[in-house]
């Protein structure tokens, strides 16, 4: 069997399942057209290793685009297309440690008075004044950038000076107090 035939009738099972398939099946068809249409016996581990270690790929996109042609050949190994797997061996990713970036009052400072000039071209669809005060606000809670898009009215306290934010990523809600400069944005 030719890895093109391979290709596409592996991609027609796995749509029959009801599985979408679609960006899965783009790499298994750059994968056809990287090795060439050659007898699915004859693909080796370097040219899977030429395509998975191709321009711009991430360590976890070279994880994934891995995983898919392992699945992809054990399909054929259990069909008895092929003796052997022609896999390289799988890397193992280091998880790098984040290291989070604190701005300097300087930065912060040249961050809102560009600001006003950046939100002048006509594609710009955020008046300069409430982007500032997003960006205010989000300073100055700590919130994720969709936790102050989704706040609503009832949501403020400017009695209390506090913010509900409701239901979160971890599906809970929780009350910020905010100082007066804050609430005075």
């Excluded at 979408?20 to 290793?49: C, F, M």
């Excluded at 604190?102 to 006509?122: D, S």
């Excluded at 009215?153 to 929780?174: C, P």
């Amino acid at each position: 069997m030719k890895l093109t035939e391979a290709i596409n009738t592996y991609v027609e099972r796995k749509r029959s399942e009801g599985h979408s398939y679609g960006s899965s099946a783009w790499y298994l068809v750059n994968l056809g057209k990287q090795v060439g249409d050659i007898a699915l016996e004859g693909v080796t581990a370097r040219e899977i290793l030429t395509f998975l270690d191709g321009p711009k790929t991430s360590p976890g996109t070279w994880i994934a685009k891995y995983r898919l042609v392992r699945r992809f050949f054990d399909y054929w190994l259990a069909r008895g297309e092929i003796e052997v797997l022609p896999m390289p061996v799988r890397r193992t990713i280091r998880q790098k440690s984040f290291v989070p970036y604190i701005y300097t009052q300087a930065e912060i400072r040249l961050l809102l008075r560009t600001v006003q000039g950046c939100q002048k071209a006509p594609r710009c669809c955020i008046n300069p004044i409430t982007l500032r005060t997003v960006l205010i606000f989000i300073y100055g809670t700590g919130t994720l950038v969709g936790e102050a898009l989704g706040l609503l009215m009832e949501d403020i306290d400017f009695k209390k000076g506090t913010i509900t934010i409701r239901r979160n990523r971890f599906n809970r809600s929780r009350t910020i107090p905010i100082g007066p400069d804050l609430r005075s944005v």
